[in-house]
């Protein structure tokens, strides 16, 4: 089943800080983040894994609740550069198949 | 520079036409990926591979095809078959499980 992710909108002032979350119905093995721009490729954000392991960019901080099967995604100090829709994919065991949110569209106002 | 190649960026098909979709990639890279994105939506899987000459089906599958006779080359075919193909389609590789996904910029498909 699709993760959920809340907020699926959310308009920030240049500064100012946001949390994306990402819920699922399963038990969770991993959970992937990327942004994508309007007409272009999602760009790779952070992977989380059971267990505690992270890789991804150093700017960008999210956490893992495993008993909650939730990720969130921190933004702080956002710039303008932030603005996208943000997508998480989540595995429910090492598949290949990533199973991804419907998205959080993200605007950075100056 | 490595990289992920969709090609071409946009095509019109007509109704009972079959089209090709171009997904080449120089990563080196054994897992390759074929998702639609339709607007407000997340990516959907439609075929994945893990290496040469072997491919699964993702969740929507129906009015597709795929080969994967070279590492580098993940061809989708939308087929006539497939009643609604008007979308964004994204190919994707990665070095394996839980690794970063490169994508390609897309292709727009349209049914005229």
């Known amino acids: 089943q699709q993760p959920v992710q809340s907020p699926q909108a959310v308009i920030l002032r240049e500064g100012e800080d946001a949390v994306i979350n990402c819920s699922s119905s399963?038990?969770?093995?991993?959970v992937h983040w990327y942004r994508q721009k309007h007409g272009e490729a999602p760009v790779f954000l952070m992977i989380l894994l059971k267990g505690g392991e992270q890789k991804g960019h150093e700017k960008i901080s999210a956490s893992f609740n495993e008993k909650k099967q939730q990720s969130s995604l921190y933004l702080t100090a956002s710039q303008l550069s932030y603005s996208g829709t943000y997508f998480c994919?989540?595995?429910?065991?090492?598949?290949?198949?990533?199973?991804w949110g419907a998205g959080t569209k993200l605007i950075i106002k100056p | 520079d490595g990289g992920i190649t969709q090609s071409p960026k946009y095509l019109f098909r007509k109704e009972g036409q079959n089209v090709t979709l171009s997904c080449e990639q120089n990563l080196n890279h054994d897992a390759m990926y074929w998702y639609r994105q339709d607007p407000g939506q997340g990516l959907r899987l439609i075929y994945y591979s893990q290496i040469v000459n072997d491919f699964q089906k993702g969740d929507i599958a129906e009015g597709y095809s795929v080969s994967r006779e070279k590492k580098e080359s993940f061809p989708l075919t939308v087929t006539s078959a497939q009643k609604n193909p008007t979308a964004f389609y994204l190919c994707a590789s990665s070095d394996g499980l839980n690794t970063e996904a490169f994508f390609g910029q897309g292709t727009r498909l349209t049914v005229v």
């Open positions: 399963k038990a969770l093995y991993s």
């Open positions: 994919g989540t595995e429910w065991d090492s598949n290949y198949q990533l199973i």
